[in-house]
């Protein structure tokens, strides 16, 4: 595997887990819900997994939501930050769509 995508996988780790793991008046606000960025960022992060373990993406997305649960589980002794099994779950819905959606591109790729 490529230098890059070992930076790029400890990126994505980094910024979840910064993200997750910041008392509340640190974290970066982008102004949506709360689902919303737990959606989107493990859509994101599922996208780029997917693309780099083409080989392995079942245990790959497995890992992610793994991730997702102990991060979510983390937050309860940060100050500023709660703990939510919905939060949980917006983050399983977004690591599934983005699972998805890169496979779906990366065959309608390999048809082209």
């Excluded at 910024?15 to 689902?35: E, H, T």
């Excluded at 919303?36 to 994101?44: I, K």
């Excluded at 245990?59 to 500023?80: H, N, T, Y």
């Amino acid at each position: 595997m490529p230098l890059a995508a070992y930076i790029g996988i400890f990126s994505m780790i980094v910024f979840l887990a910064y993200c997750s793991l910041v008392p509340g008046w640190l974290r970066p606000q982008s102004g949506m819900s709360g689902n919303t960025e737990h959606m989107l960022a493990y859509l994101v992060a599922a996208m780029l997994v997917v693309a780099i373990f083409n080989f392995a993406d079942t245990i790959a997305l497995l890992s992610l939501i793994v991730l997702a649960a102990l991060l979510e589980m983390g937050q309860k002794w940060i100050p500023g930050r709660t703990a939510a099994v919905t939060h949980f779950l917006w983050s399983c819905g977004g690591v599934l769509a983005g699972g998805a959606l890169m496979k779906s591109a990366l065959a309608v790729g390999e048809i082209l």
